[in-house]
């Protein structure tokens, strides 16, 4: 194969907008044209809203929807994921930084720029370096367990707005005693426009659309119409701000948002920022990735087409980067507005470009009339927004399903609520690693006879089978590593000591994949030990690949009695005229279990 | 099963002394006293030279070798483990206490203590609850190479007392620099009796035992000869030290001791003391533990003794307790002094007992001889039990057998001796977790197809088989659990799009013993998915446990396709008419693999 074969396939697979730009045609432009309208109608009110939920200036999130759908467009897999601003990043920025500097400071943007670029550097070197991987030591539960808790955290955390009080914290209890502490402040102009918006986001959910298609509309018009909604209440409460003087009544508005195109920043290089915002960087990256794949495989494989995991850690990474670059904070692909994107017939990335270029409309046009737009109304729009976050039926699923499961989310829910983000997610992720370890570190290791008439060998529990009490027949049913190394020692000295007739004790390899090195000294210790008892040991059926790894090292030499190629075998050589010893009677516990 | 039936076995569990106690005869108490005097002697240079190297007065390493014995000789199972002070613990607790305190003031005294009481407290703890398995996740070779760069550590800190200077440091580069820049005042006084000591020390090891031989001494009597070496060299250092008046040619010491029983100390309470101990106190925990365990359980076998890991838990659990509670500091079972008790016959825990009062007797009538024994001296008995742990044939046995052992050790040593102990230890076991989640993270999954003329299906990459290309049959050889969930949707995934005839997917499930809820979300995903491309999921020979807890939730109704008893079944249903499509030739690279 020449280097000019290897180009341009090596090329479109970095830049998958080769791949699809060389097949772009009228079609698919009108397509993205009519997707990208909608959903910059979408992400205006939201981009300001998450903006917000991170404790950042307004237009920050107006520039996190531009230049990062540039670059995912350019470097991303998927047709349709739409990247931006999301609630639970925004949450997760505001922990972060909230810990390092003051809201409304300019360390406090600058912090959160560079949180943007140290994820987007992470998330390009994942990528690089085929890590993705790493993603998967998240279990799905404690995913949603996180998902559910900060959703919670994200709602409560809006009360303030609605209420027209100052509030903080980014635990549950803290946030809770803030609210009840600033309670007696509360503006009654505010609530009145945040439970209305958010009464009238509920209805334009649940009621709009049904009532639009009774009184005789297209379905497709109905739909986009009903996706209006937040635009709709940010336009009638901006009006009453204007036209009741709401401002002077106590309602805090957006107040003053620069117009014009992203600003170019630049992250900070300071050291000590950059150690303190290593962990929540990480942590960022991969939540936001695992958020953005899921989205964006289940959108591809309704159109059977294909995202490559590796390849989309190099488009978020990018997002990031440029997010830093330009004014913006950590981005990732969105559910909602993915899912908006989809249905509204986006055909490719171009759709990304076209919403990017429909937002810097507005950050140049629109910006003069948000002066008047009260914060409880984007507050209304992110509780609307977060409220279908919030599912704990992953606690009656898993509870239904596997009691280790349900460990690691009630977990990973308690402490994101009580201890914040960053501690609640890395105790699911410690947790579930150290619940599968402790799994495997105990394996099935069953007594095994032979099934008379046959040359197999099945438990002595569950089945009738001839054994022989001079030697003990033991199948483990797991591969052998550093974390059941001992414990296959343990029990096998317990079964020997004091079971004075045991000459041999033959070990049935057939469900073991691996013997890493500690599994190996276990071994020879083992065998050792055992020789020092008058016992000796044998493998039976050890695999190819094993057996070759055990050829290099000095066991097999070592070993005091020997390999046999099947179980059968093995038995054959070490009884002379085997008997039916034990006849097992099926025990029904062990059956059932 | 009465009250009175159970309780003499369940207070022998937790008292084993009851055990041993009940059938203690004179036999037996004669060898424990001959065993008990050898230790005695070996024990008391041993504990003044852990002393100092742990930063401490040299009386508290007497004192941690007398009521910590007690303790183990009551609650513990092992009948020849010897605990007091060791090398590997003594240096771990200076690296721990010495980040909080200066040595040689009160505090750093206290901390020790408090580091002895909590490490016995969360001994105790792990093995009240059973926690035991804690310690199977330290790899073999991360042990290996833990011990063998906390030797070289230990061996250059005592550089400092031979060369006579003074120098500080628990890493590598710190004890190097500090050494080097302290050298243009080396003591020549001190080389001599610090080199002297050493090669004497060596000599005993390896040539003194063969010349009492050769002169005619009987060979038992030759082996305690040979023991009494260490306390050999400090005799004649101390007498040259008193008659030279070295003391005023700088040679460093040990000065008072203050004789007399062991005082009653009470551990510290303060709460940032604990926070910052927590750490240091689990890995010193851990790490004596295994140790302790690990000797144990080798000189157990000799004699076909079993010992109980969790009891040892509680055994050593109490023995720091008791140190904490003595003047003492951490304890373990140590690997040389267990041996030579063994070795000398001692038969049961009495010989530790009487250990403690041979020198308690030590303590109450030789400190004051001690005042003119050189550091040096004791500098030379550490440097000489050391130089026997370090051993870095690890790195070339792990070289050989496995590559993820061995950048695990590598790792292991290089954090160890630039970063200190704590880290060290903690990254090799985080390092060969991830390393072992790696590889199940990554599951082998075979195509497999019908072998002709049986009803068995393999790989088709080894076998000639008859495949369908309507029908994808897979074998996933691995549970499925998070960290692999991901891992199968997307090599399905991948499989299915672009491969337009696929109208069916059968997993065989033969190698699956579980399925946790992050699979069972991938199944649901992968279903979901596959019914939306039109491909029916099917699955064969899924095991009873498994099955059962899927029936539990509501995976089977949504599954498109069905579950088949064998995957047998499941051809003949889904195919009309198998013909040879693919007759895969056998893949030189895969069979060897």
């Known amino acids: 194969m020449s280097l000019k074969d290897i180009r341009p396939h090596t090329l479109s697979r970095y830049l998958p907008i080769l791949d699809w730009g060389r097949r772009y045609d009228t079609g698919a432009l009108a397509s993205d044209l009519v997707a990208a309208m909608i959903v910059t109608i979408m992400l205006v009110p939201q981009s300001l809203a998450y903006a917000l939920l991170a404790g950042l ?5 107006l520039y996190a929807s531009i230049v990062p759908l540039l670059a995912y467009a350019i470097f991303g897999t998927s047709r349709v994921l739409a990247v931006g601003p999301v609630a639970v990043v925004s949450l997760m920025t505001a922990a972060s930084v909230g810990n390092l500097a003051l809201q409304g400071t300019g360390e406090y943007i600058l912090a959160a720029i560079t949180l943007a670029f140290m994820s987007g550097l992470m998330l390009l070197a994942m990528g690089l370096f085929k890590l993705g991987f790493l993603a998967n030591f998240l279990s799905h539960p404690v995913i949603a367990g996180f998902i559910t808790a900060t959703g919670l955290l994200i709602a409560l955390s809006q009360l303030k707005h609605i209420l027209g009080i100052d509030a903080s914290g980014h635990t549950l209890p803290d946030l809770a005693r803030s609210l009840i502490e600033h309670l007696p402040l509360a503006n009654l102009p505010s609530i009145v426009i945040g439970v209305g918006a958010t009464l009238f986001l509920f209805w334009v959910r649940s009621g709009l659309k049904p009532l639009l298609l009774r009184i005789g509309l297209k379905p497709r018009l109905a739909d986009v119409l009903a996706k209006t909604g937040p635009v709709a209440a940010v336009a009638l409460t901006t009006l009453a701000a204007w036209g009741l003087h709401l401002g002077d009544r106590g309602v805090a508005l957006v107040g003053v948002v620069p117009g014009g195109l992203p600003p170019l920043t630049v992250p900070s290089f300071d050291l000590d920022l950059w150690t303190s915002l290593a962990g929540p960087a990480l942590l960022i990256s991969i939540i936001g990735f695992v958020e953005s794949v899921s989205v964006a ?5 309704k159109r059977r087409q294909r995202i490559v995991p590796d390849q989309e850690l190099v488009g978020l990474g990018a997002s990031n980067i440029a997010s830093a670059m330009s004014g913006g904070y950590p981005v990732t692909g969105g559910f909602a507005r993915s899912v908006v994107n989809f249905d509204a017939g986006a055909e490719s990335p171009a759709a990304g470009a076209f919403t990017a270029i429909g937002i810097t409309l507005a950050a140049l046009a629109l910006t003069p009339l948000l002066f008047f737009l009260p914060k409880a109304t984007l507050a209304a729009t992110i509780i ?3 409220l279908s976050l919030i599912d704990f039926s992953i606690l009656k699923r898993s509870w239904a399903y596997s009691k280790a499961d349900f460990f690691a989310v009630v977990t990973t829910v308690l402490l994101t609520l009580g201890l914040g983000v960053s501690i609640g997610i890395s105790a699911g992720v410690l ?43 033991l199948r483990v049913d797991e591969s052998l590593y550093f974390a059941n190394a001992r414990f296959l020692e343990n029990h096998l000295f317990e079964r020997v000591v004091g079971n004075a007739p045991i000459k041999h004790v033959v070990l049935l390899c057939s469900a073991i994949n691996e013997i890493d090195l500690s599994a190996l000294e276990s071994l020879e210790a083992i065998n050792h030990r055992l020789a020092s008892m008058g016992v000796k040991l ?6 190819g690949p094993v057996l070759d790894r055990l050829q290099r090292s000095d066991f097999l030499d070592a070993l005091s009695g020997q390999v046999f190629l099947s179980h059968f075998e093995a038995i054959e050589a070490l009884t002379e005229k085997p008997g039916v010893i034990s006849a097992g009677r099926p025990d029904p516990a062990e059956l059932a279990s």
């Open 384 to 386: 609307v927004a977060v």
């Open 538 to 543: 044998h493998l039976s059926e050890v695999k």
């Open 431 to 473: 947790l579930s690693v150290l619940l599968y370890l402790h799994k495997t570190s105990r394996p099935h290791i069953a007594d095994v006879g032979l099934v008379p008439g046959t040359q197999h060998f099945r438990n002595v529990k569950r089945h009738k089978v001839i054994t022989d009490p001079r030697v003990l027949s």
């Open 57 to 61: 200036p307004p237009e920050m999130g």
């Open 297 to 301: 495989q289940t959108l591809a494989a």
